[in-house]
């Protein structure tokens, strides 16, 4: 039995955030059969108010996991 994920996602706290600038939460999700890293930021509206969450989807081929420095070698290594 296969899992559907169409339309479902998570969010979890960012705690490795060290800029205002960066999201609170980071995460992933499925639309349309395509992967998408999702990003939220907590904010409060100028003129007063409940707090909200803004949401951003960036779709995975477009902003890799893997940082920079995470380079396959393989094993053409000679040591």
């Known amino acids: 039995m ?3 994920n169409e339309l479902k996602g ?3 706290r960012n705690d490795r ?3 205002e ?9 499925e639309i349309k059969g395509d992967e998408y890293w999702v990003s939220g930021w907590i904010k409060t ?5 409940d707090k909200f969450m803004s949401l951003a989807f960036t779709k995975k081929e ?7 420095t995470d380079v396959d070698f393989g ?3 000679p040591f």
């Open 2 to 4: 296969s899992y559907d």
């Open 10 to 12: 998570v969010l979890f």
């Open 17 to 19: 955030k060290t800029k």
């Open 21 to 29: 600038s960066q999201p609170d939460y980071r995460g992933n999700c």
């Open 45 to 49: 509206p100028r003129a007063g108010g």
């Open 62 to 68: 477009d902003q890799p996991d893997k940082p920079a």
């Open 75 to 77: 094993d053409d290594i």
